[in-house]
């Protein structure tokens, strides 16, 4: 996917998605015409990293955390600030899911209701 494409699955601006592969932090392939070409990967990593940063990490740590590292690469120095970044946002992450898991049944019961409504309409006619 091109990075507009990339920016509008995100959220993130063409330019933080530049600034985040100069870090490092994502790569594109260059298509012929000059255009960068992000797999559908990208949507996931960039996603963790705008977490990431808005909770403070500076990107040195990020890098670290990225699928394409492992836990065995951090160093003691910097292992404990990762852990707090990751422990906020996998924390984070739970609220939402409590949350949508919550509407997702309420919308369920809503719906259950409003069939049992409708099918006694239907035999009261």
Do not use: W
Request: hydrophobic share 35%; net charge neutral.
């Amino acid at each position: 996917m091109r990075i507009s494409q990339l920016s509008e699955k995100t959220g993130v601006s063409a330019r933080s998605l530049r600034y985040y592969e100069q870090q490092g932090l994502i790569s594109a392939v260059r298509r012929p015409n000059g255009y960068r070409d992000y797999d559908d990967e990208a949507v996931t990593t960039v996603l963790m990293i705008r977490s990431l940063i808005d909770r403070g990490c500076p990107t040195e740590l990020i890098r670290s955390l990225l699928p394409s590292n492992t836990i065995t690469h951090l160093d003691q120095a910097v292992g404990q600030s990762v852990i707090e970044c990751v422990t906020s946002v996998r924390d984070e992450v739970a609220e939402k899911v409590t949350h949508l898991s919550r509407t997702r049944d309420s919308l369920t019961h809503f719906l259950e209701q409003t069939h049992r409504l409708e099918a006694r309409s239907l035999v009261a006619q």
